[in-house]
Nanobody
Framework: VQLQASGGGLVQAGGSLRLSCAASGGTFRAAIIAWFRQTPGKEREFVAAVTWSGGNTVYTNSVKGRFTISRDIAKNTVYLQMQSLKPEDTAVYYC????????????????WGQGTLVTVSS
């Protein structure tokens, strides 16, 4: 399975974007699909995760109430709806699937998308 992330772009503070993570070459068989983000010189940071079967979600504190992760089983796609964006949300966003351990640790994930850049201007 290959993951394809898309939807990034330039937006003003307070604006919205929706990121997509589509699976190709198969279907999501992973239990958990997550979004991470990374800025230069920093480690990849957990943003949100969703369970593929039940749709249960979890978020890092800094995005709670602003971001929504969801999945569309028919389209084999996971979304990250981002609202009330802030300049500190600027990063390359990655989707990932199938953690072998703790869901919020990047090194636990086997499959990664290529990343999509989100830039929030002040």
């Amino acid at each position: 399975v290959q993951l394809q992330a898309s939807g990034g772009g330039l937006v003003q503070a307070g604006g919205s974007l929706r990121l997509s993570c589509a699976a190709s070459g198969g279907t999501f068989r992973a239990a958990i699909i997550a979004w991470f983000r990374q800025t230069p010189g920093k480690e990849r940071e957990f943003v949100a995760a969703v369970t593929w079967s039940g749709g249960n979600t979890v978020y890092t504190n800094s995005v709670k109430g602003r971001f929504t992760i969801s999945r569309d089983i028919a389209k084999n796609t996971v979304y990250l709806q981002m609202q009330s964006l802030k300049p500190e949300d600027t990063a390359v966003y990655y989707c990932a699937a199938d953690p072998s351990g703790t869901y919020h640790l990047a090194h636990e994930y086997e499959y990664w998308g290529q990343g999509t850049l989100v830039t929030v201007s002040s």
